[in-house]
């Protein structure tokens, strides 16, 4: 008697785990079509404007496109560091610009009063300080959040205006204009760091693919990375398992400061000439880049792979929008809607992952082993 | 909510007044940094005279933006030129912010200014503010933009959009030998004058049937949006000859690109404004002309009417007056400085 009961209980059973783990298949399926939803936006992307024009899909199209794409990209990877934390980085259009007339200010000549000379530094010189200017600024972002306990959003605001303000007062609000430097003065070389073409790519595009890299391995193989995402995910949990939560928070602003410097100086130097209005707006852009990739601006969740892929779309879309020659005010719609979109399908997926992890964890817990 | 409902009110209260208090913070921040940047000189001894008569007393200078060189030449050109006359000045900006010029103007009526000479934010937002300014008994100036009323500004002084961009357009036929494909890039869609500089080019290159337009672009005002919109037309298509673009910081990206190119030589490009840095890349060989909007000349136009105003009562003969522009190639960009000619 008792064994036929528990004959018929365990086919029950059977059958419920059978369909939990085939409605987890299921779900598995759907997860990695929402997974890949941003690759595939962009291979329709590049199909459509393919299609439509005949200079998109040629390689110096592309390459130019993707030189284009990687001043967004190196903001945006600095940027996915702070929104992994669960912050935002509001200030790296400013400190883009901040760099870029700081590089022209040093390429036009330090006046050293004391010694009544001015000094030209060489190139290397110029662009370790602009780095550093940009983290000083990402560390001021840092110690106002950590230290001071501002809102990110506000104390970046805040230092958006200060960043900018400070440009236009070094620059008096003029042009740095002919930044290519002086064969006399021992300071050329500046134009190559934008229009340089190591191994017949420019040097922006190396540059972004190194960061990538850097940002990956800091990501996924340092103590570093897994301090970031436990921050994010839950900061108070993190702070009692011992992670240096104060630390991560403020070295994530300054690596993101210097991403935007080197920015900033990939942009002054292919137009060899430094404004300090560059980079206005440019920190949304990095935003939408981040999102658009998939991470979480509430933070713990995001990327590389997934900026990058945002960066792309980004910068595809409005590259072919000109190419096939759409009205801007058109691109400007367009882009909006792909931003919305791209989050309407994360909180799909998100929806996905966790009925997903439900039937999952169904089928599991009965299965009989 | 209704089981919390103090603390659901306490919430909603903080919440409605927290937007509040942080607008006033940011009101009072930005009125207290545009006073202390006003720069206020004091000149004369005796500012407490009653208007009319003699010079002397404040006058108000409201520009748009200082980060645009070219406002900042206005800005200069009628803060020099006012104080040689003798009068205060307060220079401040609005960045084209019509609620900000709003504040500004009060601000100008409350020290009970003798004019403000204004670069407004706005044709049809200004003139509420300036009828304003009018009604508190102080005559405003216009440079650079017009307003669509007459009738309330002492006078309008603009530079002749229209006729320089003809200038340029000209020049750009003849220099191209009346034939080729050119890419025009045109300024921020919004901004009245990417219009008329717009179609005053098109009005003098739309009578040569061998020139080919075959791309217009906006890049709104932007070196550097210039740059990369004119790297992916070059993409599309290397058979240019020519780009004729709305300003020079964007004629100026049309350079970069196009000597990243190696197109440079090959190609010729024309801006408007008259900037220095285009003024160098025409004695560069890398621009070919730029027209020069004397921004300097209209602002201190501006201040001699409104000290004439002042001491003698007498109102500028025109509302509405035009400052012709001048075409700058290689043969005279020696004769320039900023925004002025030497």
């Known amino acids: ?369 | 909510m209704s089981r919390f409902p103090v603390r659901g009110r306490r919430g909603r209260r903080i919440a409605a007044v927290a937007p509040l208090l942080v607008g006033a913070l940011f009101m009072t921040a930005c009125g207290g940094s545009s006073d202390t940047s006003a720069t206020s000189t004091k000149k004369s001894s005796d500012s407490s005279s009653p208007a009319g008569e003699e010079a002397g007393g404040l006058i108000a200078i409201i520009t748009p933006s200082p980060d645009n060189p070219f406002f900042k030449a206005e800005a200069d050109a009628s803060k020099a030129k006012a104080e040689e006359l003798g009068y205060e000045t307060s220079v401040a900006s609005h960045d084209d912010d019509v609620n900000k010029q709003s504040e500004l103007i009060d601000a100008a009526i409350s020290r009970k200014a003798k004019a403000i000479i204004l670069d407004n934010a706005g044709a049809d937002a200004s003139i509420g503010p300036i009828q304003k300014a009018v009604d508190a008994g102080i005559p405003v100036f216009l440079i650079d933009r017009e307003i669509n009323q007459t009738g309330i500004a002492s006078a309008q002084i603009v530079s002749n959009n229209a006729q320089g961009a003809q200038l340029g357009a000209q020049s750009f036929v003849e220099a191209m030998g009346e034939k080729g494909n050119y890419v025009e890039l045109v300024g921020k869609e919004s901004d009245t004058n990417a219009g008329v500089r717009s179609g005053g080019y098109n009005d003098v290159i739309s009578q040569y049937p061998n020139m080919k337009r075959v791309v217009q672009e906006t890049a709104n005002w932007d070196q550097q949006e210039a740059f990369t919109k004119m790297e992916t037309i070059l993409q599309r298509n290397r058979d240019i000859q020519g780009v004729i673009a709305g300003n020079d910081t964007m004629a100026l990206g049309a350079v970069a690109a196009l000597k990243a190119a190696g197109l440079i030589k090959k190609v010729l490009v024309v801006g408007f404004d008259g900037s220095p840095d285009a003024i160098a890349a025409i004695k560069a060989g890398e621009m070919h002309a730029t027209v020069l909007q004397p921004a300097g000349g209209g602002a201190e136009e501006a201040v001699m009417q409104a000290d004439k105003l002042i001491r003698t009562g007498e109102k500028p003969a025109e509302e509405k007056q035009s400052i012709d522009c001048e075409l700058i190639t290689k043969d005279n960009a020696d004769e320039f400085g900023v925004f002025a000619r030497l």
């Open chain 1, 1 to 369: 008697m008792t064994v036929d009961t528990n004959v018929a209980r365990t086919e029950t059973a059977d059958a419920e785990v059978q369909e939990a783990a085939a409605r987890a298949r299921r779900l598995f399926v759907l997860n990695l079509v929402f997974e890949a939803r941003a690759f595939i936006a962009l291979a329709v992307l590049i199909a459509v404007f393919g299609f439509l024009s005949d200079s998109f899909l040629t390689v110096t199209n592309l390459i130019t496109m993707t030189k284009h794409v990687a001043i967004n990209a190196v903001l945006a990877l600095g940027m996915l560091l702070v929104i992994l934390k669960g912050g935002i980085d509001l200030s790296v259009g400013s400190i883009l610009g901040l760099s870029g007339v700081v590089a022209g200010e040093l390429l036009g000549g330090v006046r050293l009063d004391i010694f009544g000379v001015v000094a030209y530094p060489p190139v290397w010189v110029v662009v370790i300080i602009c780095l550093g200017v940009g983290t000083a600024a990402g560390l001021v972002n840092g110690i106002l959040v950590t230290r001071f306990k501002v809102a990110p959003f506000i104390a970046t605001l805040g230092t958006l205006y200060i960043a900018r303000g400070i440009a236009l007062l070094m620059s008096n609000g003029q042009t740095y204009p002919r930044l290519g430097g002086d064969p006399s003065l021992d300071n050329t070389g500046f134009g190559w760091i934008g229009t340089g073409r190591p191994l017949g790519l420019p040097t922006s595009i190396w540059f972004m693919m190194v960061l990538a890299l850097a940002v990956t391995l800091l990501l996924t193989k340092t103590p570093f990375g897994r301090w970031l995402y436990a921050t994010g995910g839950n900061e108070r949990a993190a702070e009692l398992s011992g992670v240096p939560v104060l630390r991560v928070k403020t070295l994530v602003y300054m690596i993101s400061g210097a991403c935007a410097a080197a920015s900033g100086l990939i942009i002054a130097s292919e137009l060899t000439s430094a404004a300090p209005q560059a980079g206005e707006t440019f920190e949304l852009n990095a935003i939408a880049a981040v999102v658009i990739g998939g991470a979480a601006l509430s933070g713990g969740r995001g990327t590389v792979r997934g900026t990058l892929v945002g960066a792309f779309v980004i910068g595809f879309l409005a590259d072919g929008l000109v190419i096939v020659g759409v009205s801007t005010f058109w691109q400007i719609l367009i882009k909006g809607a792909v931003i919305i979109l791209a989050v309407v399908l994360d909180q799909g997926q998100q929806r996905f992952q966790r009925r997903g992890a439900a039937a999952a964890a169904v089928a599991a817990s009965r299965r009989p082993d």
